[in-house]
């Protein structure tokens, strides 16, 4: 049984959400100021969430009505999701970056297209459409679980930012996801990183239509760039805090690069995304883990094209990837 509740400071509670996901959970912060506290990711709604959030506001004794404001990291429903049940009991604040809530538009807003967007992109790179069919509904699948949709509220990330009683330095780190935001206390040395940098797992990469065209070029270029930010302590979106940040980084960085490179040494012959894909990450992913492995290997393989290590070659609709 995992402790949900932890005190890491006289300020700051990592409340660990439960996913119905191999991620098992999320984490959320509670930081608490003299005038009320605030919530950072509050999770995927669920009623095992709920049930969570219900007890674990009780026991730290925190009336709902002092809830001062949500702030978010990313978009993901696994941080996104609860913000929404957060604000209508409340009336809080929900804030994220801008590119964040153009997201938030894009995937779940009325009239979305990115479904059926996403449908074409995996069609176009080599899925079949047995395997498709599922896919669709699963698209969708996680309205319930992001519903209701709160009003958002735009973070200025040029400028620092207050969460609880201090100052925070937002650092816009795209590549996890558009428009994810990390914020940094520069006198404490301590990081609220989201899902960019996590402890024992890579952050998944991938690309989704008109947003960001090369998401792993962007990835590599902002973890460099928070691999260079003084962190003793960073609080990630999964797993737990953790001390060694910019080891993690490179880490990270040189896992992307042994992934290029084996998949460059894959490509004897052309070959789609998703044959690349099942190669990679075998076949027997949920529908779920499968959205995201084929985007992730699209990612790299946009990588690879815009630094001219592979070419895209055009058959029957479907995008093959040759060495050049
Ligand atoms: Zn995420
Ligand atoms: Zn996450």
Request: glycine content about 8%.
């Amino acid at each position: 049984m995992i402790k949900p509740i932890i005190h890491l400071s006289d300020t700051i509670i990592q409340v660990k959400v439960p996913l119905p996901f191999p991620l098992r959970w999320v984490n959320s912060y509670v930081v608490i100021s003299r005038s009320g506290w605030t919530l950072i990711d509050p999770g995927l709604r669920t009623p095992e969430a709920e049930q969570l959030w219900n007890g674990a506001l009780e026991e730290l004794g925190l009336p709902i009505g002092a809830l001062e404001k949500i702030v978010l990291t990313h978009h993901h429903p696994d941080h996104y999701g609860l913000s929404g049940w957060f604000q209508e009991r409340s009336g809080a604040e929900v804030h994220i970056s801008g590119t964040g809530m153009e997201q938030v538009r894009a995937l779940w807003g009325e009239g979305e297209t990115m479904s059926a967007e996403l449908l074409e992109l995996f069609r176009r790179h080599g899925m079949d459409e047995e395997t498709l069919a599922p896919m669709a509904e699963h698209m969708t699948s996680f309205i319930p679980q992001l519903s209701p949709q709160p009003q958002l509220t735009v973070i200025d990330t040029e400028r620092p930012y207050k969460i609880g009683d201090r100052t925070y330095q937002p650092f816009v780190t795209p590549g996890h996801a558009a428009g994810h935001v990390c914020f940094l206390d520069e006198e404490r040395s301590e990081l609220f990183c989201g899902d960019h940098v996590l402890p024992q797992i890579t952050p998944n990469v991938s690309y989704i239509p008109g947003f960001d065209d090369n998401p792993l070029r962007s990835y590599l270029h902002s973890l460099d760039e928070v691999g260079k930010l003084k962190v003793e302590l960073a609080f990630p979106g999964h797993r737990d805090p953790f001390r060694t940040f910019a080891e993690r980084t490179g880490q990270i960085i040189r896992h992307h690069e042994e992934r290029l490179a084996a998949m460059e040494a894959k490509l004897d012959e052309p070959r789609t995304s998703y044959a690349l894909c099942r190669d990679f990450f075998g076949d027997r992913l949920s529908i779920h883990q499968l959205r995201f492995a084929l985007s992730e290997t699209i990612a790299h393989l946009f990588y690879l094209r815009d630094e001219g290590r592979v070419r895209e070659l055009e058959g029957d609709g479907v995008v093959l990837y040759a060495l050049n």
